[in-house]
């Protein structure tokens, strides 16, 4: 990313919100009133409150910290599972090394 003079990195990331965002996402950003989102901050809670309700969040947090490898299921594809969840809700706030304890204690180790 760039820096333009006399622009906060607040005002540059909300400018690159609409090249950000596709289908339902930038739908819903062009429905909003002008001027209805005044920082990053304010930009992420709204986005987050609309695309990952509460209840989804925690649901896909359950799901994670539950996550097992199934019967003969080889370990890159129990690995890319688990990376896929991870993309469906990336603010589940799990800290890495619990990630790795989750990954390892449902791991069938051969």
Same mark, same amino acid.
């Given at each position: &990313?760039?820096?333009?003079?006399?622009?906060?990195?607040?005002?540059?990331?909300?400018?690159?919100?609409?090249?950000?965002? @596709?289908? @339902?996402? @930038?739908?819903?950003?062009? #429905?909003?009133?002008?001027?209805?989102?005044?920082? #990053?901050?304010?930009?992420?809670?709204?986005?987050?409150?609309?695309?990952?309700? &509460?209840?989804?969040?925690?649901?896909?947090?359950?799901?994670?910290?539950?996550?097992?490898?199934?019967?003969?299921?080889?370990?890159?594809?129990?690995?890319?599972?688990?990376?896929?969840?991870?993309?469906?809700?990336?603010?589940?706030?799990?800290?890495? #090394?619990?990630?790795?304890?989750?990954?390892?204690?449902?791991?069938?180790?051969?």
């Amino acid at each position: &990313m760039f820096r333009i003079l006399n622009l906060s990195e607040n005002a540059t990331k909300l400018r690159f919100i609409p090249f950000a965002l @596709k289908d @339902k996402a @930038k739908k819903w950003l062009n #429905w909003l009133p002008n001027n209805s989102i005044g920082t #990053w901050t304010e930009f992420i809670e709204i986005f987050l409150k609309k695309f990952f309700p &509460m209840n989804k969040t925690a649901r896909i947090r359950q799901e994670i910290n539950r996550f097992r490898q199934q019967t003969g299921e080889p370990f890159w594809k129990y690995l890319e599972r688990f990376k896929d969840l991870l993309t469906q809700c990336p603010h589940h706030a799990i800290y890495k #090394w619990r990630l790795c304890q989750i990954l390892y204690e449902g791991a069938e180790l051969q």
